[in-house]
């Protein structure tokens, strides 16, 4: 009896135990909290920033009525209009309508903002002169109606924004004398005296600023046309230099060098503008007996003659004169004794020298210095001047023109010929103009060829059209080929050639009776080969005549 008892009783309390772990709570558990946010609305901010809505700009403390826009974007299901907004800003900024009644800037957008579609609230502010360049917060209210619906609805939006300060780009040309026919190195400054770095700034030498034949830029010779100087921080500076070549015929005069300058202002805006340095060319010297005169430029990997003019500038003859000359590179070297003699120079008299040199291709496109030392005697004393010059080593363009002639290209006659450049670079741009003499009616045209190479000849061929009929023979025309050097500067050869054009053959019809004859010869083998085979196929029938009896 005990142990039934011991059993009931363990039975209960492991019921206790096992039934609430099984047991289904009636309490209905709420879901987590999301973690996105359900809070949809029909405009969405997207920018904010000084400009208008065609771009930004640069602002700095103490401007006056400049536009401060900002960017939303129409995101719900319906188009909204009435769109108004009043903007909260710290101190140091306020609206730039005169009396305003509040502190909050005003601005408006009559357009209707299409569904999916971007507008803009641009408001006219000050900015105090005791503001810093940095970013700023403000707070924009904006209220709209939808084009469907009645009412007004209202949404705020937090935003940050920059003063971003101005950047001023100024150039200046460290030290702006410079002599004639000689090398001279250019130092130019590039400084900021605003209040926003200059970022990227990227320089080019304009090599051609002009049409103007009256530009003295045309035969300077700069080793160098394009720089890349980086970022300008707010007043400081950087530099770029280059070496220039003058001519001596450029004496006295003042060169306004051009520029094209590419950076990045404050707002990230791609900025080009155009710089102008003058560069003042000192006059020939006159504290020289002896003035000299050099070629402007020597050809390279030719021999040739440096011709060296000395002029004597004083009222009294000079004798027994001594020239030495020293190039300044051992790639230019004089072809006999580089000292030269002169007898004597009468007052205001020139005498030449014809110096023979050679100048190696690993110089061209360079200038050379030459030092010259010149002794003479005048009124009985014995007199040394120094003086020195440079040459430009321009490389050889050689071009001819042969094998003018006419052929048939695509049953149209065209004018052929070859371009020969014999020289130790390529011509540049260049084209070939026909143009007709001695009253030939073969109309005037050209082609471009483009570069004239050293290592091969260049063709062309230029297609004949005539200014009335057709006119077979003779005709004189004038070759012209025009093209430019290294320095872009044009050169122009011209040559006459007789080309004779001949009036077609018209095809005879030979050809077509031959044909003819053929195909007559084929279908009769053929119409023979058809009658054997059928009279093959006949059986012969033999026929037996019987006699009556």
């Known amino acids: 009896m005990i142990y039934k008892t011991i059993v009931i009783a363990t039975i209960l309390l492991l019921g206790q135990i096992i039934i609430p772990s099984y047991a289904v709570s009636t309490e209905i558990l709420t879901p987590p909290v999301s973690p996105f946010t359900h809070n949809f609305t029909d405009i969405k901010f997207l920018d904010a920033y000084f400009g208008t809505s065609s ?58 903002a299409p569904s999916g579609q971007s507008f803009f609230l641009t408001f006219f502010v000050n900015v105090d002169k005791n503001t810093n360049v940095h970013s700023y917060s403000g707070t924009v209210k904006v209220t709209y109606s939808k084009l469907r619906e ?77 720089w890349n100087i980086g970022t300008v921080d707010v007043q400081s500076s950087q530099t770029f230099s280059f070496n220039i070549f003058v001519p001596p015929d450029l004496a006295g005069q003042t060169l306004h060098l051009p520029f ?67 190039p300044s590179s051992s790639n230019l070297r004089i072809l006999d004794d580089p000292r030269w003699f002169v007898k004597e120079i009468n007052p205001l008299e020139r005498a030449v020298l014809n110096i023979p040199i050679f100048a190696d291709q690993s110089i061209g496109n360079q200038a050379i210095n030459f030092d010259v030392n010149i002794q003479y005697t005048k009124d009985g004393s014995t007199v040394l001047e120094k003086q020195s010059f440079a040459t430009y080593i321009r490389p050889v363009i050689d071009v001819s023109v042969y094998g003018v002639d006419i052929m048939k290209i695509g049953g149209k006659q065209n004018i052929i010929g070859n ?8 011509g540049q741009f260049a084209t070939v103009t026909i143009e007709p003499v001695d009253n030939s009616n073969i109309k005037k045209s050209f082609q471009y060829i483009g570069d004239i190479d050293i290592d091969a000849p260049t063709p062309f061929n230029i297609p004949i059209e005539f200014t009335g009929d057709t006119t077979y023979g003779k005709h004189t025309v004038v070759v012209t080929v025009t093209y430019k050097d290294t320095l872009l500067q044009p050169h122009t050869i011209t040559q006459e050639d007789t080309i004779t054009l001949t009036n077609p053959t018209p095809q005879t019809n030979d050809n077509s009776q031959i044909q003819l004859i053929i195909l007559v010869a084929v279908a009769a083998g053929i119409g023979g080969i058809v009658f054997k085979i059928r009279k093959a196929k006949i059986p012969i029938v033999k026929k037996v005549t019987e006699n009556p009896s």
């Open 419 to 426: 371009i020969l450049n014999q020289g130790n670079i390529k």
């Open 55 to 112: 771009g930004k700009i640069e602002v700095q403390p103490g401007d006056k009525n400049v536009p401060l826009t900002i960017v939303f974007s129409s995101v719900g299901s319906e188009d909204i209009n009435g769109i108004k907004g009043f903007l909260s800003l710290p101190v140091g900024f306020s609206s730039a309508i005169a009396n305003a009644n509040t502190d909050l800037i005003e601005a408006d957008n009559t357009g209707v």
């Open 150 to 226: 009645n009412g007004i609805h209202t949404n705020f939006f937090d935003f940050n924004f920059k003063v971003t300060g101005k950047s001023v780009l100024n150039s200046k040309v460290e030290n702006p004398f410079i002599q004639p026919a000689s090398n001279n190195k250019i130092t130019i400054k590039v400084s900021n005296d605003g209040t926003a770095a200059i970022n990227n700034i990227d320089i080019a030498l304009n090599q051609q600023p002009s049409n103007s034949s009256s530009s003295n830029l045309q035969n300077i010779v700069i080793d160098q046309k394009h």
């Open 260 to 326: 094209t300058v590419t950076y990045f202002d404050g707002q990230g805006n791609q900025v080009t503008t155009s710089r102008m340095v003058d560069l003042i060319v000192g006059a020939a010297s006159s504290t020289f007996i002896v003035k000299l005169s050099t070629p402007p430029f020597l050809m390279m990997g030719v021999m040739q003659n440096l011709t060296l003019g000395l002029e004597n500038l004083s009222p009294s003859k000079i004798s027994d004169i001594s020239i030495t000359l020293a």
